[in-house]
């Protein structure tokens, strides 16, 4: 067996001693699907494909796939599934773009809602001038939202540091990134969203109407229903940016200068960091499409046998540069202890769809499609010192096989009342140790990786860090309700009420199917 497969299969076995039977549906059930009125159809061979994740570390094979042709077709299939009842084992997964790290977006034995194929549906913006949004259906990748409202002049406030993901999927987790601190994470700047619940109704949503079923489903890990749209927050697009690294040698100066800037005012428009153990030529990873003007600067930021921090910043612009050259030097007039600073001037475009340019270049060379045991988690300000101390150069001897991100954002700007789990203070920080594993064994394996992720996760429980993880990949629901601590009560009672025969997103373990006691 492959050892990327052990973990998965570990968890099927999980799934049986827990006295869930996985059954392939029979003949009859998958017929009746067959016979649904559909603008769409299913298709019931060559679902292989449904079994594939970006994580690449587990498959589970669907019986079938809806290629949906219309929010109705959806309705349609999740109202059938729940007419069958608790004793029919189908469940159902919205699969995004499958880009979950752990099978989140597989159902064994149930059927894909491929959402992309929603995609038809159009994305229209509204612009009345002085709150515009988009309204984009659930299976958009953003990079499209983004095309889409550009010619508007528009664009979403808050983002993913990647985006060839979709709108229903990055909403159903949180969506973090450089923004955050200002905007707050992508589930806060939605206004609407159009949702197929569990028992198969289409609902409109929004803090005025059915607001529980709209809070349950941001950041809800697709347990209550399927986002079919979402209405998001736009504000006047920036044509260029000026994008900077700052480096650091210390982590203290490195934090306070990012926690300066996250407070400051007119502050940057992206302030995130990473973290570079013992790496030769950093810029030669996946974040590549950044170009330093200065090859002397830039030889500084390899890091042989040292850990260092690099701050990353954005700050929007027009056509005249000479715009914010002020501002920036007044900002970093607050910082301390730079190494050193590089910059370059790209569209807003291309720095968004950063990541996309270094895909391009990994896929070329076959280290896209690898197994990413990743790593992510919400750190508390208070205990991010002690966390470093023991994580960075000790736990961590390099960074060579992906980048470490770690950077703070203000918990005033994450809604309490969404499903999204985080850290009990004021200042926390994303903490992301993206790797990549493309050996089979040995350092660059995912038993190298997993052994250190777990020694993180296990400091983290015995020093008290206070820690949650974010794409949280756990497997039992005694560590989901761990990680939902006061919350998992009312998390429980949305369930109940949105998706009773929890047939919705089986991937993320959470609520086996037929485990529930009946509240019909
Ligand atoms: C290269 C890369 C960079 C990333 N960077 C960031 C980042 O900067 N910040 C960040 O927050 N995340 C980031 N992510 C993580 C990303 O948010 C997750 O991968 C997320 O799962 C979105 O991917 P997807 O749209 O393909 O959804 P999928 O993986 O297909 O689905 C995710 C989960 O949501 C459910 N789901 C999917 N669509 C819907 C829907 N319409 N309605 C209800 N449930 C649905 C699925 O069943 C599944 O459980 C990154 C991922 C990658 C691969
Ligand atoms: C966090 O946000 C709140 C509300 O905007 C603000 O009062 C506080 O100063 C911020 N804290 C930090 C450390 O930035
Ligand atoms: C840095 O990495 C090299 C090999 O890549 C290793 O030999 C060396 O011990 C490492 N240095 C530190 C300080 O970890």
Known sequence: MKPSLVHCFKLLLLLALGGVTMHVPDADVLSSLGALRLDGHFSFHDVSAMARDFGNRCSLLPAAVLHSGSVSDIAATVKHVFLMGERSPLTIAARGHGHSLMGQS???????????????????????????????????????????????????KSWTDYLHLTVGGTLSNAGVSGQAFRHGP?????????????????????????????????????????????????????????????????????????????MAENTFDYIEGFVIINRTGILNNWRTSFKPQDPVQASHFQSDGRVLYCLELTMNFNTDEADIMEQVSQLFSLCIKILTCDLTDVTYVEFLDRVHTSEVKLRAQGLWEVPHPWLNLLVPRSTIHKFAKEVFGKIL????????????????????????????????YLVGFLSSAPALSGHGSVEHAMNLNNQIVEFCEEADIGMKQYLAPYTTQQQWKAHFGARWETFERRKHTYDPLAILAPGQRIFPKASLPLSL
């Open 106 to 156: 597989q159902a064994a034995g149930g059927i894909i809602v491929k959402m992309e194929s929603l995609q038809g549906e159009r994305t229209k913006v509204h612009d009345d001038g002085t709150s515009p949004f988009v309204d984009a259906p659930g299976g958009e990748l953003w990079i499209n939202v983004l095309r889409e409202t550009l010619k508007y002049g528009l664009a979403p």
């Open 186 to 262: 992508q589930v806060s700047n939605v206004h609407q969203l159009e949702i197929v619940t569990g028992r198969g109704d289409v609902l409109t949503c929004s803090p005025e109407e059915n607001s529980d079923l709209f809070y349950a489903a941001l950041g809800g890990l697709g347990q209550f229903g399927i986002i079919t749209r979402a209405k998001i927050a736009l504000e006047p697009a920036p044509k260029m940016v000026r994008w900077i690294r700052v480096l650091y040698s210390d982590f203290a100066s490195f934090t306070e200068d990012q926690e300066k800037l996250i």
């Open 397 to 428: 001897k390099d960074s060579n096989n992906g980048p470490i991100l770690l950077y703070p954002v203000n918990r005033s700007k994450w809604d309490k009342r969404t499903s999204v789990v985080i850290p009990d203070e004021e200042i926390f």
